[in-house]
């Protein structure tokens, strides 16, 4: 049984299942979640709202507990949210998302509310390693992630975030709010999911419309029920995204600085993944704040739409975003 508040010590954490990843706790009255070793991952957030109302808006797989053969690591543990040092599929490494997305990170230090986690990248990589503290906020219901990187040599590398919400199933049980932003486009072919039901390289109207392969048209911001698997582009966003669980009476928010990630991904998972044998069918939306070119920086026409953040080996780089929860007749 998890604590309710307080860490769990990683001595003497103990997996629920013997193919469980190792995990932490923390919590206080605001807030509380698990830490996953396999990518620093936080998992299972919930968020202690005004009224007593208790919120959880991050998706999870179902296979947690028992494990997913022959899967990737950030695959075995998918929800939640992880960082993707580099991002996506790209020439620097094996791993999609990079090697901190699949790999046990350690335990640096923790407290009640907090903990910092640390891996060290294979020799010979660009990245030397990479630390992350999660802190909860003690005056709201708010996580805050800090994600700092060192370097062996100067390098430019496409790095990402990778939160993944809940997505409703219900029509307008569901919306997005975007914020100022400016292009919206589905995925070019070459990248584009096997499920997709979006037109590839579409460019999403003022409102949100986007043409269908069926020929008929949906609202991304507002119609996600009606969608397959997609990978959806926003460029030059404001660093904003917001999330309303409309039938739920709450709304998550996602912040972050729009000069370390300039853009977002939208990751619909309705379902996704079943074209990574053996995962079954999973269910949910990232929202993907990214410097990178898409999750396929190996497809990028040219370097500068591969994007990527300029790393310096004497000094690391380090960016700070936020996940909150609110009511929603609270929200402006």
Known sequence: MRQTSGPTPASTTSPAAKNAPERWHIGNRFAELDIFATGAALHHARFHLPGGKTVSPMAEASWHETGLEGAAGHIQTIGGEWPCVPFGTTAHD??????????????L???????LLGITYPAGHKVKKLERRIRLLTDRPAIECALHIYVNEDCVLPIGLHPIFRLPQEEDAF????????????A?????????????????????QVRRKDGQSSNIWRQTV???????AI???????RLDYVAEGFCADLRWDAKDFPNCLIWVANPGLQAISPAPHFQGIGIEPVNSYFDRNDLAPDAELAGGVTLRADQPWSCRYEISCSLLDTQA
């Open 94 to 107: 094996k791993h999609h998302h990079g090697f901190g997305s699949d790999m046990p990170w350690q335990v």
């Open 109 to 115: 230090a923790q407290d009640d509310d907090s903990i």
């Open 175 to 186: 919306a997005i709010h975007a914020h100022q932003h400016g292009r919206v486009m589905t």
């Open 188 to 208: 070019p072919q070459d990248i584009a999911p096997r499920d997709s039901k979006l037109a590839a390289h579409e460019v999403a109207s003022e409102t949100g």
């Open 226 to 232: 009606q969608l397959g698997e997609e990978i959806i």
């Open 235 to 241: 460029s030059d966003s404001e660093g904003h995204m």
